[in-house]
T-cell receptor, first 114, second 112 residues
């Protein structure tokens, strides 16, 4: 089946630094990748939708200059949290659209900003 | 955009009893309704889904019902087992953007 590999699984960074999270589709081409953020004991909130070769579409309230999404190839989408602050600490997870109503989730990245 | 509401937020059941989680959605164009099980720190796992042209779907102990007119859908788990303890999320999406909008989640605890 379709597999999305997400790295790193966890990362601790200092406030003010940037962190890059990668999601790779291993055995299929991911035209569309969704990026979610999940705070403890809360739901998955869609941050943005990225399509290969075009600019990401951000949900209302999500700062596009802070959360940079790149989808330069059909197998790799990245999320960079720039100038991270403690309030950005969260569980970030990607989900590739594998065709119509097919979704494959990455394993998630636990980001802690200290 | 789509708004998905989910109830209850927590549910405690005795092992062997049934559990029911209900969700409502706002966008009448939504036509795909999956249910996910998520364990702490893990990715959501699809447990069952239903499309708008079907009213009910069953897979062993798990079933989902959909009422398009009322815009609500429900998850039914029968003969609950301790391993059913987890957080369950409903979601909705529609053709075109295929974005998944998630409910707030239900923490299910199955008491032995």
């Amino acid at each position: 089946g379709a597999v999305v590999s997400q790295h790193p699984s966890w990362v601790i960074c200092k406030s003010g630094t940037s962190v890059k999270i990668e999601c790779r589709s291993l055995d299929f081409q991911a035209t569309t990748m969704f990026w979610y953020r999940q705070f403890p004991k809360q739901s998955l909130m869609l941050m943005a939708t990225s399509n290969e070769g075009s600019k990401a579409t951000y949900e209302q309230g999500v700062e596009k200059d802070k959360f940079l999404i790149n989808h330069a190839s059909l197998t790799l989408s990245t999320l960079t949290v720039t100038s991270a602050h403690p309030e950005d600490s969260s569980f970030y997870i990607c989900s590739a659209n594998t065709g119509s109503y097919g979704y494959t989730f990455g394993s998630g990245t636990r980001l802690t900003v200290v | 955009g789509e708004n998905v509401e989910q109830h209850p937020s927590t549910l405690s059941v005795q092992e062997g009893d049934s559990a029911v989680i209900k969700c409502t959605y706002s966008d009448s164009a939504s036509n795909y309704f999956p249910w996910y099980k998520q364990e702490l720190g893990k990715r959501p796992q699809l447990i069952i889904d239903i499309r708008s042209n079907v009213g009910e779907k069953k897979d062993q102990r798990i079933a989902v019902t959909l009422n398009k007119t009322a815009k609500h859908f429900s998850l039914h788990i029968t003969e609950t087992q301790p391993e059913d303890s987890a957080v369950y999320f409903c979601a909705a999406s529609k053709a075109g953007d295929y974005k998944l909008s998630f409910g707030a989640g239900t923490t299910v605890t199955v008491r032995a």
